[in-house]
């Protein structure tokens, strides 16, 4: 039973990142209203998960890449895994770039 839920749990790490991960992020901010970016608000990094969920912060769908969804990668258990986790996690990277050079006007 335990390699069923390790697998399904990175299956599911798996789905929140990518390109796929993208699109259920800004459609997950947009349903809850939240601003899309902000630069003057910094990403909220080294929380614990109880500090992550609470509410009353300031948060932006931007900032939950940093503060979530780049961290996946490393999370991943098997080799097959790790290996579509850094495709995905590479991709991500490069949108993100993209999205800050549009935003700066840069692009």
Known sequence: ???QTSR???QYRLDAIGA???ARCFTFGGAFKRVLHDPAVPPRLHLT???YMQQGHQAT??????EK???IKDL???AFGRQLAQQRHAFM???LQQFVAEWEGKA
């Open 1 to 3: 039973m335990e390699a």
């Open 8 to 10: 399904h749990r990175q």
């Open 20 to 22: 796929i991960g993208i």
């Open 49 to 51: 998960k109880e500090q």
């Open 61 to 66: 769908t931007f900032n939950h890449f940093a």
């Open 69 to 71: 969804l780049l961290k």
């Open 76 to 78: 991943m258990k098997t």
């Open 93 to 95: 990277e490069q949108y």
